[in-house]
């Protein structure tokens, strides 16, 4: 019966032209998950495989601005509230910027991210990641992506204009969790930016971070809400405690509740792309690859704003021996 009600649905968004499971459907497979737990995975790659392809895209980030960040966030190193030990600087410079686009694309990666710590940059900061932008274009074939924090339109024209393609802003977690983990501004200041960033022509990219204390439902209410905004690609982070923040204890998923939350997104946003990002070597260990199994189609490779990720070749290995093994 669990296996029967899977293949039903994994069907429908196959067969039914613009056909979206809802609340409760979502609902009822998360019910399943301990019964037909391998099941709901094979659906998630099927889906990911209808929708996606088999092309499986790698992107890396440039810490370009870290630390004194004016907003609470419990799970954030970065955050000023925070006793952490994590590195501080202003805006790097637009060399430092480019040169780091430099080396990531001779790695084989496909998409560059430079982030900010912050709530928003001022003029002058959006000048720089601009002009560096502009450059990056000029000597690389890099999709182009930034998060900044929030923007105004004007600020997203901008953006747009010097050849960034992507705007990366988490909403970080379901609006009704949302207050436990933020205090400092109003979930309705992220969805406005998002909206702001797609009128002016941006691709948006925007998740969350699963394990921070989230209910399953509230789990589907944050995809429920990605897909009602209209964003076309999802990171997907796991908690990493760390010491200083108010999550510094906070438990790891284990690893087939991660893998659930993946095919979770997948199964509500069939045609988005899902990005496995931060958290995913301390939760998944040894189930890393599993993550395109799960639904994903996307994966963050490098190190992380502060903490270190797995080695960009290992991950290039990694997704090819995945394609190898699924041909």
């Known amino acids: 019966m669990t296996t029967s009600l899977i293949l039903k649905i994994t069907d429908k968004l196959f067969s039914q032209d613009g056909y979206r499971i809802d609340g409760a459907i979502a609902q009822q497979l998360i019910d399943l998950r301990n019964d037909?737990?391998?099941?709901?995975?094979?659906?998630?790659?099927?889906?990911?495989?209808?929708?996606?392809?088999?092309d499986l895209f790698t992107c890396t980030i440039t810490n370009a601005k870290s630390g004194r960040c004016s907003q609470d966030c419990a799970f954030c190193a970065q955050s000023a509230h925070h006793e952490t030990k994590v590195a501080t600087y202003p805006l790097m410079s637009r060399r430092e910027m480019v040169d780091r686009a430099l080396e990531m694309a001779d790695t084989g990666v496909t998409h560059y991210s430079m982030v900010t710590s912050g709530f928003r940059l001022d003029d002058a900061e959006i000048d720089t990641i601009c002009e560096s932008a502009a450059e990056i274009k000029k000597r690389t074939g890099l999709s182009l992506c930034c998060s900044i924090g929030v923007v105004d339109r004007k600020s997203a024209e901008k953006l747009v204009q010097s050849g960034i393609t992507n705007y990366h802003h988490n909403l970080e977690t379901a609006e009704s969790h949302f207050p436990r983990i933020c205090t400092t501004h109003e979930y309705q200041n992220d969805i406005d930016s998002i909206r702001f960033a797609a009128d002016a022509g941006l691709t948006v990219c925007s998740g969350g971070i699963f394990g921070i204390g989230e209910t399953w439902e509230q789990r589907i209410e944050l995809a429920m809400t990605l897909r009602n905004i209209g964003v076309r690609r999802v990171p997907v982070n796991f908690i990493n405690p760390i010491p200083g923040t108010p999550l510094e204890k906070q438990?790891?998923?284990?690893?087939?509740?991660?893998?659930?939350?993946?095919?979770?997104?997948?199964?509500?946003?069939?045609?988005?792309?899902?990005?496995?990002?931060?958290?995913?070597?301390?939760?998944?260990?040894?189930?890393?690859?599993?993550?395109?199994?799960?639904?994903?189609?996307?994966?963050m490779t490098g190190n992380y704003l502060t903490t270190t990720g797995r080695d960009i070749r290992t991950d290039l290995q990694m997704i090819a021996d995945w394609k190898g093994a699924s041909k």
């Open 36 to 54: 037909a737990r391998m099941d709901l995975l094979t659906g998630a790659d099927k889906i990911r495989r209808h929708f996606k392809g088999e």
């Open 251 to 299: 438990p790891l998923l284990a690893p087939f509740d991660a893998l659930t939350c993946i095919a979770l997104m997948r199964y509500i946003l069939p045609d988005a792309d899902i990005t496995i990002c931060g958290g995913r070597d301390v939760t998944l260990r040894d189930f890393q690859s599993w993550v395109f199994f799960a639904g994903a189609n996307g994966l």
